[in-house]
């Protein structure tokens, strides 16, 4: 009786340990450290056979971020993909989320007149972890601002098992290893005939009610029966009690969830809103209070902001760009009319002049 063998591939996703250059699977020199910009990678390999991958991933010198190195082998008939100077094969990387698909070959051995097969086999322990592997944390990679990895529009978070990940930010997308590389989904055109006003309260142009009035996910408001709420997370929604385009502010008051949930502190992340610990909590009061959060349009400078022209937030001639920033934190960036006019910045024509009138005795 003979015994063919055969080579069955499963192909499983991993995270991908991103190792640090001293690892074993660490490659040639030429790795980086610094965030780079499109244009200084805009001479890199980013395919291989039929793979395409990007920054932190690479393959030459300036093309990679230290210990993240890939070699693309043109010896077989179509060019297979390796992690550094290693044998682990690659067949698909997606930068933005940090996962790496890689095959699994198992060798069977099969009989003639045989059809079904019963095999077992066990898990990897862990081949491998996205981390980036320099600093332990995001605290301590915060702090070494020349190798910070984390662009800015991307929020950093802590690996498990060490080292830290980058992640655009929940309204954005792309890849936050790159300047700019997350992607600010802001539309600065609203569509005709929107929902201005819920109750009592009026509502501008970055926010709005229905899909193609609000400028992004972050302004989507809700009214019901009157009510003017915001949705702060899956479980939190707030009564939205005024809102300022002038002063770049969102004022809300209590939590609309329930009469038994707790009032909570909120604020405003690269990653959208953040609920800190329940209010009563830290003051001994019963009384209703307004909470004032401060928001900006996007995370962007206002240099970055104003080379996007199709996505630039201040669209009246009578307006300018401002840097917003809580204490040392940098937040992105908002509009604000100029000097003698008001208005709303953030629509076209939509700051107007002051008129004087001055009476002659």
Not at 11 to 16: E, I, N, P, Q, Y
């Amino acid at each position: 009786m003979s015994t063919i063998l055969s080579a069955i591939s499963f192909v499983l996703m991993f995270m991908a340990a991103w190792p640090q250059a001293s690892a074993a699977v660490s490659g040639p020199a030429g790795g980086i450290l610094q965030i780079p910009s499109n244009r200084s990678l805009a001479h890199c390999i980013t395919r291989c056979g039929d793979i395409d991958f990007s920054y932190p991933f690479g393959i030459g010198s300036g093309c990679f971020r230290q210990g993240f190195d890939l070699t693309c082998n043109h010896s077989t008939k179509h060019p297979k993909l390796f992690l550094g100077r290693s044998t682990v094969q690659v067949t698909n990387i997606d930068s933005s989320y940090g996962i790496v698909l890689t095959p699994i070959i198992f060798k069977l051995a099969t009989r003639p007149g045989t059809n079904t097969y019963n095999m077992t086999w066990e898990a990897p322990a862990k081949v491998l972890r996205v981390a980036i592997m320099d600093q332990q944390s995001c605290e301590g990679a915060q702090l070494k601002n020349e190798s910070y990895a984390c662009s800015h529009g991307s929020s950093c978070r802590n690996s498990s098992s060490g080292g830290y990940q980058c992640v655009c930010s929940s309204y954005g997308q792309g890849n936050p290893y790159i300047l700019d590389g997350c992607m600010q989904d802001y539309n600065p055109k609203p569509k005709e005939h929107c929902p201005a006003s819920c109750g009592p309260i009026t509502i501008p142009f970055p926010f709005g009610l229905e899909e193609g009035c609000f400028a992004n996910e972050k302004f989507h408001l809700n009214c019901t029966s009157g009510n003017l709420t915001v949705s702060v997370s899956e479980d939190a929604q707030y009564q939205v009690t005024g809102i300022s385009v002038e002063d770049g502010t969102l004022t809300v008051s209590n939590m609309v969830n329930g009469s038994n949930e707790k009032e909570a502190i909120l604020i405003q992340t690269e990653d959208g809103y953040g609920v800190d610990s329940p209010m009563e909590d830290q003051f001994d009061f019963s009384v209703e209070y307004n909470i004032v959060i401060k928001w900006a349009v996007a995370n962007l400078t206002c240099e970055t902001a104003m080379q996007k022209d199709t996505e630039y937030a201040c669209r009246s001639s009578q307006s300018y760009c401002l840097n917003v920033t809580h204490g040392e934190i940098f937040m992105g960036y908002r509009c604000k009319c100029s000097s003698g006019f008001q208005g709303n910045p953030y629509v076209n024509a939509g700051c107007t002049g002051l008129i004087l009138l001055i009476t002659l005795y």
